[in-house]
């Protein structure tokens, strides 16, 4: 089983596996609506939501925080999901940033990393977005993913919700130089 949990760091932002001791930081985060507003949980700002989001980052064995290498504050979360290693395929999910960091090559820095050490082990990293968030779907395409065709309906907060899955090939990611 490769290393679904490493520390990887970039030169403004180290990815470390989330701890229990990342809460109120990372609460902090992600307590905002903006950052949530477009998302299928859209209340996951409230502390009961967010709390089980957390809780699910810690036992998913894959869970991560992002740390501002400047401040040492814990500005986002991610994962590595569903490792497939017939397919040679993973998703990288669940990710939110701060609304400081949004706009700039912050999410750049981010998926450079993931994406990277998910390409040591496997040929493609999947990503599920929801339907209507636009803002998602054009920061995977600034990045190189590639929309496969069909929605894919996916269970968030008890509803089953559309979501657009775009690919990112290790071939692909080799020759490209994402924002």
Sequence with gaps: MPNLQPTLIG???TIRPVSEADWSQMFAAGSDPE?????PASDRYKEAEFRQFFDGALASGSGFSFVDRATGKV?????YHG???????IEIGWTFL??????????????RLMLDHAFTFLD???FFVGEENRISQRAMEKIGGIRRAALVPREIAGKAHGHVVFEIRKSDWQTATPG
């Design 124 to 126: 493609t990293v999947i």
């Design 11 to 13: 030169p403004r932002i």
């Design 98 to 111: 701060a609304k400081a960091y949004w706009g700039g090559s912050y999410n750049g820095e981010i998926k």
């Design 75 to 79: 500005i986002g979360s991610s994962r």
């Design 35 to 39: 950052v949530w507003a477009v998302h």
């Design 83 to 89: 490792y497939d290693a017939e397919k040679r395929e």
